[in-house]
C-alpha cells in the first residue's frame, strides 16, 4: 500500500562513481513516475541538495542512458554537509521543492551523510549501494563492482601475455582501500599466483615463498595482486620489499588506478542498478526511511543505515582457500 505522504522524491548519486549509477538513476526516475510521484534529478550530491541544483524530470530525460557509465548527475565530496550549517540550508532548499523523499546512490559516506540528515530533520532517505569496492553489509553486491572486476582483469590478462612473453613478476595493484573484494575476485578469474587483501594477512616472506615454488615447478612468470588497502603496503612498495631478497627476478609494477571505475556497465550492474532502484523507491512509498536497500540471494532486503556502514562483510574463506589451492 502507498505511503501516502510522498508525492515528491528527489534522486542524487555521491561519492565516487560506478558503474550502473545510470541504470540505477532510469529506474528510480520510472519507477516515481509509474506511481504517480513528481521526481526531482538533484546533480552534484550533496552539494547540489545545498546549492538547490534540482530540476523536475520526466521519462524522456533518462532515456539513452542505461550502457553508460559514471553518473550523468555527477558526483561529489561535499565538505558543507559535513557541517550543520550546510545540512540546515539543505533542508531549506528541499522545502522549497516540497521533496519528502530521497533516494542516495553511492557508498557508506553517503550513508552516513544520510544517516545525520534524517536523524535531525526526519526527511525519508532509502539508500542505493553503488561502489565497485563491494564492502557495504547488507548485500550481495554493491552497483558497480562486477563492472570494475571484469575492467581489471581485460588489463590483468593483457599484462600476463607480457609477463608471459619476458619471463617477468608483474605486482598489480587493484582498488580496495578497506576490502579485498576485487583483488580476490580478479585473482580467481585472472589465475593470480598470489592474492594480498586485507581481510587475509601475507607476509613479505610468504610471497617470496610462493614465488620460488613457482619457480620450482617450472613457472616462468607470475601474478600477484594487490589490494591497494593491504597491510604490507601498496604494490610498489611490496614489489621493492621482495626484489630486496629476490634480485634476480625481473619484477614490474602495474598499478590499475582510476580505469577500474569507468566503462559501460555490465549487464549484472545495470540489472542490479534497476532492480534497486525500483525497490528504492517503492520503499520511500511505503513508509520506508533512514534504510539502505540491497539483494541477498536474490531477494530484495532493507537494511538500516547504521548496519549498512557499520557491519562488517568478510570475504568467503572459500573463495581465499580457491586461490590457495589453483597455485598448487
Known amino acids: 500500500m502507498r505511503h501516502s505522504k510522498i508525492k515528491n522524491i ?7 562513481d560506478a558503474p550502473g549509477m545510470n541504470a540505477c538513476i532510469r529506474s528510480v526516475v ?16 550533496y552539494d547540489g541538495i545545498i546549492n538547490g541544483e534540482m530540476e523536475q524530470i520526466q521519462s524522456f530525460h533518462v532515456s539513452n542512458i542505461l550502457q553508460k557509465g559514471g553518473t550523468i548527475l555527477k558526483s561529489a565530496r561535499s565538505e558543507m554537509f559535513m557541517t550543520r550549517e550546510g545540512r540546515t540550508k539543505g533542508h531549506l ?18 550513508f552516513t551523510g544520510a544517516n545525520i540528515f534524517y536523524n535531525e530533520y526526519g526527511i525519508p532517505i532509502v539508500g542505493v549501494p553503488a561502489t565497485i569496492d563491494n564492502d557495504l553489509y547488507g548485500c550481495d553486491y554493491t552497483i558497480g563492482f562486477d563492472t570494475a572486476v571484469n575492467t581489471a582483469l581485460g588489463a590483468i590478462d593483457k599484462i600476463r601475455d607480457t609477463a608471459n612473453s619476458h619471463d617477468r613478476v608483474f605486482f598489480i595493484e587493484v582498488m580496495g582501500r578497506h576490502s579485498g573484494y576485487i583483488a580476490i575476485h580478479c585473482g580467481i578469474g585472472g589465475g593470480a599466483e598470489l592474492v594480498m587483501v586485507p581481510e587475509d594477512i601475507t607476509s613479505i616472506q610468504g610471497v617470496i615463498d610462493t614465488l620460488n615454488k613457482g619457480r620450482d615447478k617450472k613457472k616462468t ?42 566503462g559501460s556497465p555490465t549487464s549484472h550492474d545495470r540489472i542490479l542498478g534497476s532492480r534497486l532502484g525500483m525497490a528504492a ?29 557499520s557491519g562488517v562483510k568478510p570475504i568467503n574463506d572459500e573463495l581465499i582457500r580457491l586461490v ?3 597455485n598448487t
Open 93 to 110: 532548499e528541499l522545502k522549497k521543492k516540497k521533496i519528502d523523499g530521497l533516494v542516495a546512490i553511492g557508498g557508506d559516506g553517503t
Open 281 to 309: 523507491v517503492e520503499g520511500l512509498v511505503n513508509g520506508g526511511k533512514n534504510v539502505m536497500v540491497g539483494i541477498i540471494e536474490s531477494r530484495v532486503v532493507y537494511t538500516d543505515f547504521e548496519s549498512a556502514i
Open 221 to 262: 612468470s607470475a601474478i600477484v595482486i594487490v589490494a591497494e588497502g593491504d597491510e604490507q603496503g601498496n604494490a610498489h612498495e611490496i614489489a621493492n620489499r621482495v626484489s630486496e631478497q629476490l634480485p634476480k627476478l625481473d619484477i614490474r609494477v602495474s598499478t590499475l588506478g582510476h580505469l577500474q571505475r569507468g
Open 324 to 326: 590457495k589451492v589453483m
Open 10 to 16: 528527489g534522486v542524487f548519486t555521491s561519492g565516487g
Open 30 to 45: 520510472r519507477t516515481g513516475l509509474s506511481l504517480g510521484l513528481n521526481v526531482y534529478a538533484i546533480r552534484h550530491g
